[in-house]
T-cell receptor
Framework: EDKVVQSPLSLVVHEGDTVTLNCSYE??????LLWYKQEKKAPTFLFMLTSSGIEKKSGRLSSILDKKELSSILNITATQTGDSAIYLC??????????FGKGTKLSVKP | NAGVTQTPKFQVLKTGQSMTLQCAQD?????MYWYRQDPGMGLRLIYYSASEGTTDKGEVPNGYNVSRLNKREFSLRLESAAPSQTSVYFC??????????????????FGPGTRLTVT
């Protein structure tokens, strides 16, 4: 059975801290891994990773995929209160749909 | 360009009532999806439509039906609502590009969600 596991499930940090969120997966016919940020409503797309070892960056956020370890990390440096959200990891499955992890709830305190 | 739209935004039903959640996208995407999101459970796929005219079950299809009305619209129907269907429902669409065909995964675009409460 395809599955995606994220850790930790929740995390509380202070502004300026650096955080690392983890995602591991067991999926048949892996195509890509995606990270989303969800605040109050719908998830918004952050990154899509298909190749191992290539880092994607967007401002203070970065992500990298390790196909050998079947995992990915999402790093956020110099965190701000606006980074508080649920971060979702999703992996493409054998049916072409996305399989989501349960998410990591990040709370950034001022 | 509105992206993915969903109606209604909120709904309260009594057990046994029926309703249809509407979803439309104006991005000319081939594939559309319905998810539910429950606290601590993440997003779970209910049904999806790889292309106009096709629908398939996802992870949690029981108690739901779908209709891919045309390329733009994908509706989700609850025939006899149950309290276990209290959830936030998200519709999403995706545009497979490149040579990977329908089983290639690229970013999905999500609607704003429908918060459904069944009492």
């Amino acid at each position: 059975e395809d599955k995606v596991v994220q850790s930790p499930l929740s995390l509380v940090v202070h502004e300026g801290d650096t955080v690392t969120l983890n995602c591991s997966y067991e999926v048949t016919n892996f195509r890509s891994l995606l990270w989303y940020k969800q605040e109050k409503k719908a998830p918004t797309f952050l990154f899509m990773l298909t190749s191992s070892g290539i880092e994607k960056k967007s401002g203070r956020l970065s992500s990298i995929l390790d196909k050998k370890e079947l995992s990915s990390i999402l790093n956020i440096t110099a965190t701000q209160t606006g980074d508080s959200a649920i971060y979702l990891c999703a992996v493409s499955g054998s049916q072409g749909n996305l399989i989501f992890g349960k998410g990591t709830k990040l709370s950034v305190k001022p | 360009n509105a992206g993915v739209t969903q109606t209604p935004k909120f709904q309260v039903l009594k057990t046994g009532q029926s309703m249809t959640l509407q979803c439309a996208q104006d991005m000319n995407h081939n594939s559309m999806y319905w998810y539910r999101q429950d606290p601590g459970m993440g997003l779970r796929l209910i049904y999806y439509s790889a292309s106009e005219g096709t629908t398939d079950k996802g992870e949690v299809p029981n108690g739901y039906n779908v209709s891919r009305l045309n390329k733009r619209e994908f509706s989700l129907r609850l025939e006899s609502a149950a309290p276990s269907q209290t959830s936030v429902y998200f519709c999403a669409s995706r545009n497979p590009t490149g040579t990977g065909g329908v089983f290639s995964s690229y970013e999905q675009y999500f609607g704003p969600g429908t918060r459904l409460t069944v009492t």
